[in-house]
C-alpha cells in the first residue's frame, strides 16, 4: 500500500493536486500558521527556516504561504485527500512538479501525467536536474492537529530524482531485496528515481 501511495506521490497527483477532491471528506482549510508547521515535518532541520512553502487558502487554491531563501520548495498536505502528507523537493524539480500540478488539473490520469512529462522531458520542455531530492512526511488523520499543525506520528520517506539512471550507471538494484533497502525506480526513464523507505 504504501509502495502506492508513494508512487502516485512521485508523478505529482497525490499531493499537489488541487482539483481532484475526496468527496468523502469534510474539507477543512487550517490556518497558514498551521499549514506551515505541517510543510515543515518533511523537511530536514538546516532547511526549515529558508525553505519556500506552498498551501492552500480558504477555496482550496494552491498559494504561496511563505517565500523562500534556499533550495528547499515544501508543500503542505491537501486537506482535500484523505491522511496526511507533506513534501519538500529541491527547487531545480519544480518544473516538473509544476507541470504534474497543471496536467492534474486539466484531469489527466496518472498515467497521462507520466507520458506527457516524459515527452516534454526528453523535448527539452522541462528541465530536470542531474539529481534532485525530495522528502515525503505520511500520517494519519487522527495523529494530525489541523488547528496547531503538529503531528504526532508519521514516517519520513525519501526519493533521489536522477533521469535515466539505470542500475549499470549507478550501481543500485531496481528491487529491494530487504527493508529499508535504497532501489531503483522507472530505470532508465526520464522519471527515474531512487527510492528509500526506512524499515519500522
Known amino acids: 500500500m504504501l509502495n502506492k501511495v508513494f508512487l502516485s506521490l512521485c508523478v505529482s497527483t497525490f499531493f499537489i493536486s488541487v482539483s481532484a477532491q475526496d468527496s468523502t471528506k469534510e474539507v477543512k482549510i487550517p490556518s497558514k500558521e498551521a499549514q506551515v508547521r505541517t510543510a515543515l515535518y518533511a523537511a530536514p532541520d538546516d532547511k526549515k527556516e529558508g525553505a519556500m512553502i506552498y498551501g492552500y487558502d480558504q477555496d482550496g487554491g494552491l498559494i504561496v504561504l511563505r517565500p523562500g531563501t534556499n533550495e528547499l520548495i515544501c508543500l503542505s498536505d491537501n486537506p482535500n485527500k484523505s491522511g496526511i502528507s507533506a513534501a519538500c523537493y529541491y527547487k531545480e524539480l519544480e518544473p516538473f512538479m509544476a507541470r504534474g ?27 530536470m536536474p542531474e539529481a534532485g531530492m525530495l ?12 488547528n496547531t499543525g503538529d503531528i504526532t506520528e508519521g514516517d519520513l520517506r525519501y526519493v533521489i530524482y536522477m533521469p535515466f539512471a539505470t542500475p549499470e550507471s549507478t550501481g ?25 523507505t526506512p524499515a519500522k
Not at 500540478?101 to 520542455?125: D, F, P, V
Open 101 to 127: 500540478r497543471e496536467l492534474t488539473a486539466q484531469g489527466k490520469s496518472t498515467t497521462e501525467t507520466r507520458e506527457i512529462r516524459s515527452e516534454e522531458i526528453k523535448a527539452g520542455k522541462i528541465k
Open 135 to 146: 522528502f515525503v512526511y505520511s500520517a494519519k488523520e487522527e495523529d494530525h492537529n489541523s
Open 172 to 196: 543500485i538494484s531496481d528491487k529491494p531485496s530487504v527493508a529499508g533497502m535504497p532501489w531503483l525506480m522507472d530505470p532508465g526513464t526520464p522519471r527515474a528515481h531512487i527510492m528509500i
